[in-house]
């Protein structure tokens, strides 16, 4: 007998927000696979229920993925300038 066991995460969060003449808006989309396999090692459990041990040993992976994406924009604080942008972008 061996049991496999999976489950995942998504997940998609936003931010955008004005501090006087800058803006800000950020990203994050993760996501999360987590799987697992276990098998016995050592079983003498009775049928009945009356007692006994059993060991099982087990072994998983995870894969896991951020994405993270920041804009900051700055208006110009003279007249007749132009506005300063960042794009930074981290994987």
Do not use: C, H
């Not at 066991?5 to 955008?16: F, H, I, K, M, S």
């Not at 951020?66 to 003279?78: G, Y």
């Amino acid at each position: 007998r061996i049991l496999f066991a999976a489950d995942g995460t998504y997940a998609n969060l936003g931010l955008e927000s004005d501090i006087g003449p800058t803006s800000i808006s950020m990203n994050i989309e993760q996501l999360i696979l987590d799987m697992k396999l276990f098998w016995p090692v050592f079983d003498n459990r009775s049928p009945e229920g009356a007692g006994g041990v059993g060991v099982w040993v087990g072994a998983g992976a995870r894969y896991w993925s951020n994405d993270v994406l920041l804009d900051i924009v700055t208006q110009p604080i003279l007249p007749g300038g132009e506005g300063l942008e960042d794009v930074v972008r981290a994987d």
